[in-house]
T-cell receptor, first 114, second 116 residues
Framework: AQSVSQHNHHVILSEAASLELGCNYS??????LFWYVQYPGQHLQLLLK??????LVKGIKGFEAEFIKSKFSFNLRKPSVQWSDTAEYFC????????????FGTGTKLQVIP | EAGVTQSPTHLIKTRGQQATLRCSPI?????VYWYQQALGLGLQFLLW???????NRGNFPPRFSGRQFPNYSSELNVNALELEDSALYLC???????????????FGPGTRLTVL
């Protein structure tokens, strides 16, 4: 079955550190890829998405992600995190023929220490 | 532009009861999705409605059901509630798909269901 894996469950960083959160999926066909963020007390918001084209996608708040098809990965990056980036981050994938069903990873909780 | 709204914010029920959760999509969106976010289990896809019809369903028992109304709002019904149904239920909406694949889904704040 198609699945999405986020291997980092809890990440703690100091402000200004660089961030990379891993996301891998298991499916050899066409995929659409998303990163969502859930700030404390707020609802899920879209950070960025990839449907086609340039595999390096830039999102809001300085985040970017790179789709590497050969590695089935869509890792999220930010060169310098801020305390306000403390949140839970979810990778999500739709698989071709999945009829709009979005499969989410289990999420990564990021804690940024001032 | 108003976002996805959900009601109620919190809902407390006892085992065996029924729960009804409501969702209003973003204006112009025709698709509504329901997800369950249970502690430690991440987000699990429940149901997808588009144009009033159920289009896809996740791996949940039939006591999870719903419907979509002509104005594209939606209800999620959970019958014969069990303790493990306690979770945050999220609704999302998107515009009609282009056929390329999933359009971006926009999420509401969720309804926290507690089953005692």
């Amino acid at each position: 079955a198609q699945s999405v894996s986020q291997h980092n469950h809890h990440v703690i960083l100091s402000e200004a550190a660089s961030l990379e959160l891993g996301c891998n999926y298991s499916y050899g066909g066409t995929v659409n890829l998303f990163w969502y963020v859930q700030y404390p007390g707020q609802h899920l918001q879209l950070l960025l998405k990839y449907f086609s084209g340039d595999p390096l996608v830039k999102g809001i708040k300085g985040f970017e992600a790179e789709f590497i098809k050969s590695k089935f990965s869509f890792n999220l990056r930010k060169p310098s995190v801020q305390w306000s980036d403390t949140a839970e981050y979810f990778c999500a994938v739709t698989f071709s023929g999945g009829y709009q069903k979005v499969t989410f990873g289990t999420g990564t909780k990021l804690q940024v220490i001032p | 532009e108003a976002g996805v709204t959900q009601s109620p914010t919190h809902l407390i029920k006892t085992r065996g009861q029924q729960a009804t959760l409501r969702c209003s999509p973003i204006s112009g969106h025709t698709s509504v999705y329901w997800y369950q976010q249970a502690l430690g289990l991440g987000l699990q896809f429940l149901l997808w409605y588009d144009e009033g019809e159920e289009r896809n369903r996740g791996n949940f028992p039939p006591r999870f059901s719903g419907r979509q109304f002509p104005n594209y709002s939606s209800e999620l019904n959970v019958n014969a509630l069990e303790l493990e149904d306690s979770a945050l239920y999220l609704c999302a909406s998107s515009s009609r798909t282009s056929g390329r694949g999933a359009d971006t889904q926009y999420f509401g704040p969720g309804t926290r269901l507690t089953v005692l």
